[in-house]
């Protein structure tokens, strides 16, 4: 790729040729949602809301969990947020849910499974999150973890919908998600990529595990074949697709996933300024090239070279 020397972040994603991409924080409590604007980032493409509730023994109500979420929502009045409705499970646990220890807690009844069963814990917070929008002037957009299918999809944005709040998407983290991204995006106005959990299930790699970390790169053909897939997708349906893991705070692969069809990306905030200055040094072409480079090589290792020499 041919850089323009020198770019920086100056707040405002975009290829050096103009083409936006949102640059957003991860953001699990208050505090870190005050350093998170401080490092300028646009906004924030996903609020962990269980982090605020990992050692609470009761179910928070919904006043104390409005207080909470307006806490995070402040300091980016006017940008876009988007807050992610609890994503608990066993290998998370939220002592007010009393979840059952299960074999497989990566694959048992978390994210959005949690609110099928218990409708009520998530209706409620619904509402905090509504009257924490009312009282502040944050952009924000709610989504689930977790989907597996276009029907959990539904089951959601109607949800949301009917709690009064206006823009809803899901995470695409599951494999089965990724491969019906179009039935998917029907449902819902945007998505949003965890390569974290997409990497884990794709190579079933248990992602707390150290000894198969290996497993879970990024830049495997695999999951940036899935990414593609999504990407082509949201372009056909004309709706965004993020990406807020980790993957997005990688400089270069960065430059894949807005080259394979990413709208904005979201990272924990010390990445931010690199990444946005990596956008800003290449254009969309050069995105793009360096995406066809990644998406034809064989090996992880051969995709970072293809990438960086594309
Ligand atoms: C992910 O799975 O990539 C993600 C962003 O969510 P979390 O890391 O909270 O599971
Ligand atoms: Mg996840």
């Given at each position: 790729?041919?850089?323009?020397?020198?770019?920086?972040?100056?707040?405002?994603?975009?290829?050096?040729?103009?083409?936006?991409?949102?640059?957003?924080?991860?953001?699990?409590?208050?505090?870190?949602?005050?350093?998170?604007?401080?490092?300028g980032?646009?906004?924030?493409?996903?609020?962990?809301t269980?982090?605020?509730?990992?050692?609470?023994?009761?179910?928070?109500?919904v006043?104390?969990?409005?207080?909470?979420?307006?806490?995070?929502?402040?300091?980016?009045?006017?940008?876009?947020?988007?807050?992610r409705?609890?994503?608990a499970?066993?290998?998370?646990?939220?002592?007010?849910?009393?979840?059952?220890?299960?074999?497989?807690?990566?694959?048992?009844?978390?994210?959005?499974?949690?609110?099928?069963?218990?409708?009520?814990?998530?209706?409620?917070?619904?509402?905090?999150?509504?009257?924490?929008?009312?009282?502040?002037?944050?952009?924000?957009?709610?989504?689930?973890?977790?989907?597996?299918?276009?029907?959990e999809?539904?089951?959601?944005?109607?949800?949301?919908?009917?709690?009064?709040?206006?823009?809803?998407?899901?995470?695409?983290?599951?494999?089965?998600?990724?491969?019906?991204?179009?039935?998917?995006?029907?449902?819902?106005?945007?998505?949003?990529?965890?390569?974290?959990?997409?990497?884990?299930?794709?190579?079933?790699?248990?992602?707390?595990?150290?000894?198969?970390?290996?497993?879970?790169?990024?830049?495997?053909?695999a999951?940036?074949?899935?990414?593609?897939?999504?990407?082509?997708?949201?372009?056909?349906?004309?709706?965004?697709?993020?990406?807020?893991?980790?993957?997005?705070?990688?400089?270069?692969?960065?430059?894949?996933?807005?080259g394979?069809?990413?709208?904005?990306?979201?990272?924990?905030?010390?990445?931010?300024?690199?990444?946005?200055a990596?956008?800003?040094?290449?254009?969309?072409?050069?995105?793009?090239?360096?995406?066809?480079?990644?998406?034809?090589?064989?090996?992880?290792?051969?995709?970072?070279?293809?990438?960086?020499?594309?």
């Amino acid at each position: 790729a041919t850089e323009a020397a020198g770019a920086e972040w100056n707040g405002v994603g975009a290829t050096s040729d103009g083409r936006r991409v949102k640059v957003l924080a991860n953001v699990g409590a208050p505090a870190d949602a005050r350093a998170a604007a401080e490092t300028g980032a646009e906004g924030v493409g996903l609020f962990r809301t269980e982090f605020c509730y990992l050692d609470v023994d009761s179910e928070p109500t919904v006043d104390e969990q409005r207080a909470a979420y307006a806490a995070v929502l402040e300091p980016f009045a006017g940008k876009p947020v988007i807050v992610r409705t609890l994503d608990a499970g066993a290998d998370k646990p939220l002592v007010f849910l009393s979840q059952e220890a299960e074999p497989n807690p990566a694959l048992g009844v978390r994210g959005i499974r949690v609110s099928i069963e218990r409708t009520g814990v998530l209706d409620r917070q619904l509402e905090a999150i509504a009257g924490a929008v009312a009282q502040t002037q944050a952009d924000v957009s709610v989504m689930a973890p977790m989907i597996a299918t276009a029907e959990e999809a539904a089951w959601f944005a109607e949800r949301v919908r009917a709690a009064g709040l206006s823009r809803v998407g899901v995470m695409i983290e599951v494999p089965s998600a990724a491969l019906t991204a179009r039935e998917v995006l029907d449902a819902v106005d945007f998505v949003s990529l965890g390569t974290n959990d997409l990497a884990q299930y794709t190579f079933a790699a248990d992602r707390q595990l150290g000894a198969v970390a290996a497993l879970n790169d990024p830049w495997q053909p695999a999951l940036l074949r899935l990414i593609a897939m999504v990407g082509e997708a949201a372009k056909e349906k004309g709706k965004p697709a993020g990406v807020c893991g980790e993957a997005a705070a990688d400089p270069l692969l960065a430059r894949v996933l807005v080259g394979l069809g990413s709208s904005s990306l979201s990272m924990n905030a010390g990445s931010v300024r690199a990444v946005g200055a990596s956008i800003a040094s290449v254009t969309f072409d050069d995105c793009e090239r360096a995406a066809r480079a990644a998406l034809a090589a064989p090996t992880s290792v051969a995709a970072r070279v293809a990438a960086k020499e594309a």
